[in-house]
């Protein structure tokens, strides 16, 4: 009988024990994936979808509530900004671009933004198919909400006020599907896309006034069909990208302090917000390592007592020929056997409960979380796991090692 077989003998001999060692330290473990699976993968999104962003400014209130907003789109504006006042920090000299967003619109749940094409340019979507919007109504779909949405070129729908389903809806203003976007694993694959224009079609009951920029002394930089000097004119926010580091001292002082606005740095906020989240992920991890050492404590108990029931099995096979090194390497194996199942069970179900999450909650299908990710981490707490068990079968595998075969086999 080799040794393997041999290990796998002892384990069947006590199933219960071995199913609660691989269970306790499976749940560690899971615990231990899924909040490393979130934790990175959110971070991965954050970085990803603030590149190219230096600083996000809209009506003042909570700047992380400015930032959630607008560039993560899951929570509701601070308020409005005028256009005329926009524009004049666009054109501002610590400038280098400046996109418009304008808000306020959704429909089943999937905000609707206003802006140019240069949002688009910002996170390098491409279209599937289609065309980009051309005229006022028209739109532009994100990956994953056409498909959650089943919306296709051709298809007709009406907004509704605010990000909720049950928002009184705009009957008289349909919306006209022209394209969907590619996939970019990015907060647009949630967001609905047409011009600005549009926003403000939808809320005002004569449609604005629309002009070309011939017919217009001073057109606004940002919305280039109205005149720059509108003071009716509002929008959301605008995503700013600094000319030069100096536009980092100056410019969100100069807007805070000079300006009715309200400026906000996505790297400064993000970081605010990590710190928050911190504090649940450390203690669910620290809960997590408390399994884990329970565990690891309930497989050391576990493998010294049933040492002391199998001495004259381990004395019979002394006297048979096997080496103490044999005795000692089966105690070791037992102990990382044990651990070795419970980390691949607990990396599964870690893997196969965050899949469950994704697939049946809708919301969780808007993060773009995927279990389908991993990571180097999950090598090292293999590892790990491995060597815990090791480290908890040393003193029992010593114990077997130091058999006296005549004092046992005397005593029975």
Same mark, same amino acid.
């Not at 418009?100 to 688009?120: C, E, H, K, V, W």
């Not at 919306?175 to 403000?200: A, E, M, P």
């Not at 089966?330 to 102990?335: K, Q, V």
């Given at each position: 009988?080799?040794?393997? %077989?041999?290990?796998? %003998? ?33 971070? +991965?999104?954050?970085? *990803? ?35 005329? +006042? ?27 933004? !206003? ?37 296709? @070129? ?7 006020? !605010? ?21 970019? %694993? ?20 004569? *449609? !604005? +006034?629309?002009?070309?920029?011939? %017919? ?10 109205? @005149? ?20 980092? /001292? ?62 004259? *099995? ?45 697939? /049946?909650? +809708? ?50």
């Amino acid at each position: 009988m080799n040794l393997l %077989s041999l290990v796998v %003998s002892y384990l069947k001999a006590k199933p219960l024990n071995t199913l609660l060692n691989i269970v306790l330290l499976a749940l560690g473990i899971a615990v231990i994936t899924i909040l490393l699976l979130f934790s990175n993968q959110l971070k +991965e999104k954050i970085s *990803d979808n603030t590149k190219g962003i230096d600083l996000v400014v809209g009506a003042k209130g909570s700047p992380l509530q400015l930032i959630l907003c607008n560039i993560f789109h899951i929570d509701f504006p601070t308020g409005n900004i005028k256009l005329y +006042e926009a524009d004049r920090l666009a054109k501002h000299r610590l400038v280098k671009s400046a996109i418009p967003l304008a808000l306020g619109d959704s429909y089943q749940n999937f905000r609707i933004i !206003g802006t140019n094409r240069q949002y688009m340019e910002l996170y390098k979507a491409e279209l599937a198919s289609g065309d980009w919007w051309n005229a006022d109504m028209e739109v532009v779909v994100g990956d994953n909400a056409a498909k959650l949405l089943q919306l296709k @070129e051709g298809d007709k729908f009406e907004s509704s006020h !605010g990000l909720t389903k049950e928002g009184s809806a705009h009957e008289a203003h349909p919306f006209l599907v022209k394209g969907i976007l590619k996939k970019t %694993s990015s907060v647009i694959d949630n967001l609905i896309f047409t011009n600005i224009f549009s926003i403000w079609s939808v809320h005002d009951e004569h *449609d !604005g +006034e629309k002009h070309t920029a011939d %017919s217009m002394s001073n057109p606004s930089r940002l919305v280039p069909s109205v @005149e720059s000097s509108d003071s009716t004119k509002e929008i959301t926010s605008l995503l700013i990208k600094y000319r030069n580091p100096i536009a980092a /001292l100056q410019l969100p002082r100069y807007i805070n302090s000079q300006t009715s606005m309200q400026a906000a740095s996505p790297s400064f906020e993000a970081a605010r917000l990590f710190s928050i989240l911190g504090v649940g992920v450390e203690a669910m991890t620290g809960f997590a390592y408390v399994i884990i050492f329970i565990s690891a404590l309930s497989i050391f108990i576990a493998l010294y007592n049933s040492l002391k029931e199998r001495q004259y *099995d381990l004395a019979i096979m002394r006297s048979m020929g096997a080496s103490k090194s044999k005795l000692f390497m089966t105690t070791l194996m037992e102990g990382t056997t044990l651990t070795f199942l419970g980390s691949i069970i607990g990396l599964a179900l870690g893997h196969g409960v965050l899949y469950l999450f994704t697939a /049946l909650v +809708e919301e969780s299908q808007k993060t773009g979380i995927s279990a389908m990710i991993f990571y180097v981490e999950e090598v090292y707490l293999l590892v790990g796991s491995i060597v815990l068990g090791i480290i908890c079968s040393l003193i029992p595998a010593f114990q077997a090692y130091r058999t006296d075969i005549h004092k046992v086999l005397a005593g029975n």
